[in-house]
């Protein structure tokens, strides 16, 4: 490559073999920097989302997700800050989270990407709590299970990004939690 920054990449090289993806899974690539163009902005990825529901869009027919085709960008929920503006609505400098994937920069028009709160004490909670798995893990607890005071809830997966904040939401509800993990260390 020149002179000029590469975009480093984190691409699907091949479909997983085993139920924990290997190395062989993601191959890292370059490509050339992305350029803001009107109307839009460069964000540098500070912080990927690396979550247990990404396996399924790993996956050739998942019955959860759209799969990642081989050879594209990993996706997942990311935190970045933006490095150039040519939007009216973002400058240099304000934190903002999407799903742009697991690469170092990204372009973006605005749609795709929200400013983060700055009164949030972490930018990173938006791949947590305030992100994918919190969102999943309020509609477990107040759609799906509706869970009472009282109540007895078993979660199968505690240490996941979901079943950890469905342990705590129940707990904050006044249930009793009976919490799983896969091994007697975790």
Known sequence: MSNKVANR????????????????????????????????VLIRTTWLGVDSYLYSRLQRDSQFAVPVNIGD??????????????????????????????QDYTVSD???????DPEIPRATYMLGALGIPGLGAYAVINELVRVQAGETLAV??????IGQIVSQLAKLKGARVLAAASTTEK
């Open 9 to 40: 990449r984190i691409v699907l090289a091949e479909r997983p073999r085993y139920i924990i993806p290997t190395a062989n899974v993601f191959r890292m690539t370059e490509a050339t920097m992305p350029e803001a163009r009107a109307g839009q």
């Open 73 to 102: 960008v990993m996706v997942g929920a990311t935190v970045g800050r933006v490095e150039v503006s040519n939007h009216p609505d973002y400058k240099a400098g304000d934190i903002v989270h999407g799903f742009w994937g697991w």
């Open 110 to 116: 605005g749609s795709d990407i929200e400013k983060v």
């Open 156 to 161: 199968g997966n505690a240490l996941g990004g």
